[in-house]
């Protein structure tokens, strides 16, 4: 499976702005990372896991409807890197984000319950109000 590493997490106040960041491992090259499906999902304490955003092969995106409008996913290929930027944010955006990739089908789907593929250690994001 694929290795992912996330990043860019931290403290800020509600109504500010933060991008994560999600890198492949070395050893993944940049046409199989172009052919990945990927996404964001967060996991709070005491709440259930919640897919946030996805992004198909084809480039098309989903978003969870707590965060459209004010959530980007995106993602360089030549970097093989994923990004979500995260905009508005509010103190229910508080959660641990996890990137996940999978070669064959979307990890996740917004809203569903299984998780496949591969998946990072997580980036902690706190919103204080």
């Known amino acids: 499976q694929v290795q992912l590493q996330e990043s860019g997490g931290g403290s800020v106040q509600a109504g500010g702005s933060l991008r994560l960041s999600c890198v492949a491992s070395?050893?993944?090259?940049?046409?199989?990372?172009?052919?990945?499906?990927l996404g964001w999902f967060r996991q709070a304490p005491g709440k259930e896991r919640e897919g946030v955003a996805t992004?198909?092969?084809?480039?098309?995106?989903a978003y969870a409807d707590s965060v459209k409008g004010r959530f980007t996913i995106s993602k360089d290929n030549a970097k093989k890197t994923l990004y979500l930027q995260m905009n508005s944010l509010k103190p229910e955006d508080t959660a641990l984000y996890y990137c996940?990739?999978?070669?064959?089908?979307?990890?996740?789907?917004?809203?569903?319950?299984?998780?496949?593929?591969?998946w990072g250690q997580g980036t902690q994001v706190t919103v204080s109000s």
């Open positions: 992004l198909d092969r084809d480039g098309s995106t």
């Open positions: 996940a990739a999978d070669p064959a089908a979307p990890p996740f789907v917004i809203g569903g319950t299984y998780l496949r593929g591969g």
């Open positions: 070395a050893y993944t090259y940049v046409d199989t990372y172009k052919t990945y499906y």
